[in-house]
């Protein structure tokens, strides 16, 4: 799988929007990015996956940029709830269901 | 609604014991897997398993083995627990694919090894 590189640690006031980035510039063309977080004390929760359009859901967009080699999510309105690690991962969208999670960004969301 | 539990949020173990984690789900997906977590290390992945009987290595299977003899239940066996051992432990489980879309995690099992 692609090594994703994500920085270590963001802050983010409550109500405004998060942009979490991710580098990913090995990406090969089979491979999708997926974003997944982590609440404290929880298992990791699934949020979005896409290939090279823009995606949006009810909890988050995902901006992936023409060449695909970085991809930026989004939390719109960000709440104390998105307070998490989360975690950007490149893999294919076949084969075997292997998620390779790194280290993540640390998002604080701030009152 | 979707639902992986694990049998145990905290687990406290001596040196050269037998430990089963069990994760159960209720989704019927085919695909479960077992990961630790550790600081600074992310998850890796210690084995999965495609369907009733079958098991594959992860990245990390050295001290693990696991069963699957139904389909909802997947279980994680450290055979002589060793501190190094002492991790999170996440069960996770997936519809077959493809697509392969979200893997549905568990809550995680805190296993300290004395």
């Known amino acids: 799988d692609a090594k994703t590189t994500q920085p270590p640690s963001m802050d983010c006031a409550e109500g405004r929007a998060a942009n979490l980035p991710c580098n990913h510039s090995t990406i090969s063309g089979n491979e999708y990015v997926y974003w997944y977080r982590q609440i404290h004390s929880q298992g990791p929760q699934y949020i979005i996956h896409?290939?090279?359009n823009n995606e949006t859901n009810e909890m988050a967009s995902l901006i992936i940029t023409e060449d695909r080699k970085s991809s930026t999510l989004i939390l719109p309105h960000a709440t104390l709830r998105d307070t998490a690690v989360y975690y950007c991962i490149v893999r294919p969208n076949f084969g075997n269901e292997k998620l390779t999670f790194g280290t993540g960004t640390r998002l604080t969301i701030i009152p | 609604d979707v639902k992986v539990t694990q049998s145990s949020r905290y687990l406290v173990k001596r040196t050269g014991e037998k430990v089963f984690l069990e994760c159960v789900q209720d989704?019927?997906?085919?695909?479960m897997f077992w990961y630790r977590q550790d600081p600074g290390l992310g998850l890796r992945l210690i084995y999965f398993s495609y369907d009733v009987k079958m098991k594959e290595k992860g990245d990390i299977p050295e001290g693990y083995s696991v069963s699957r003899e139904k389909k909802e239940r997947f279980s994680l066996i450290l055979e002589s627990a060793s501190t190094n051992q002492t991790s999170m432990y996440l069960c996770a489980s997936t519809q077959g694919g493809p697509p392969y879309n979200e893997q549905f995690f568990g809550p995680g099992t805190r296993l300290t090894v004395l």
């Open positions: 896409g290939l090279k």
């Open positions: 989704m019927d997906h085919e695909n």
